[in-house]
């Protein structure tokens, strides 16, 4: 079966410093994988996609970027982070074309 | 613009009194309408799909419809173990990504 992996699960980190969220796929090839962002009293915002290795769309200009540098595995980095990239960030990988998406843990990050 | 508003934002009920939440959505061509559920600290669940206006799926105390303009999610004779925010997100024509709505915040007590 299927398993998405993302961690680490919490991270407090101060402003400027870099980032790097690790993501990985279980028991799929070639899977669609997403990152989104979550706040509190609000939705999931998606900041990136992608559908095959080194193929990353933005959906929200930011300070945040992506890479998939092998076919189930997808990051999410930042050069310096600021306090405003505080939030709950998901990792998801979607079921063929029925759009059915599973989503990781999350990863709580805090900015400070 | 597609859009998707989920009510009521939170609600409270007793163990065993019944009741709906509701996701109406506003989009260009719907392809789809997926409910999830995010326990707190945790990444969403999958629970149903829906394709069409009419259909209705079905899973343990959960049931949900579809209508052309709204879903529901009924849910019967809850337990406090089905705590937890519920979201709705829908799939369309105007854009790659799953729409999700705010969710609702359900709290059944004993």
């Known amino acids: 079966s299927q398993t998405i992996h993302q961690w680490p699960a919490t991270l407090v980190q101060p402003v400027g410093s870099p980032l790097s969220l690790e993501c990985t796929v279980e028991g799929t090839s070639n899977p669609n994988l997403y990152w ?13 996609y992608s559908v095959g290795i080194g193929q990353i769309s933005s959906e ?36 063929g074309a029925g759009r059915k998406s599973f989503f990781g843990q999350g990863t709580r990050l805090t900015v400070v | 613009e597609d859009q998707v508003t989920q009510s009521p934002e939170a609600l409270r009920l007793q163990e065993g009194e019944s009741s709906s939440l509701n996701c109406s ?9 997926f409910w999830y559920r995010q326990d707190p600290g945790k990444g969403p669940e999958f629970l149903f799909t829906l394709y069409s206006a009419g259909e ?21 004779a809850p337990k406090p173990e089905d705590s937890a925010t519920y979201l709705c997100a829908v799939d369309s024509n105007s854009g790659y990504a799953l729409n999700f709505g705010k969710g609702t915040s359900l709290l059944v007590t004993p």
Not at chain 1, 36 to 45: E, F, I, K, T, V
Not at chain 2, 25 to 33: E, K, N
Request: with cysteine; aromatic share 10%; net charge positive.
């Open chain 1, 36 to 48: 989104y962002r979550q706040a509190a009293g609000r939705g999931l915002q998606l900041l990136f």
């Open chain 1, 60 to 95: 929200v200009p930011q300070n945040l970027s992506a890479s998939r540098p092998q076919d189930r595995q997808f990051i999410l980095s930042s050069k310096k982070l600021l306090l405003s990239d505080s939030g709950f960030y998901l990792c998801a990988w979607e079921e």
């Open chain 2, 25 to 33: 959505y506003t989009v260009s061509g719907l392809r789809g309408l």
């Open chain 2, 56 to 76: 209705e799926k079905e899973k343990e105390r959960l049931k949900a419809t579809l209508t052309k303009k709204e879903s529901f999610l009924h849910i019967t």
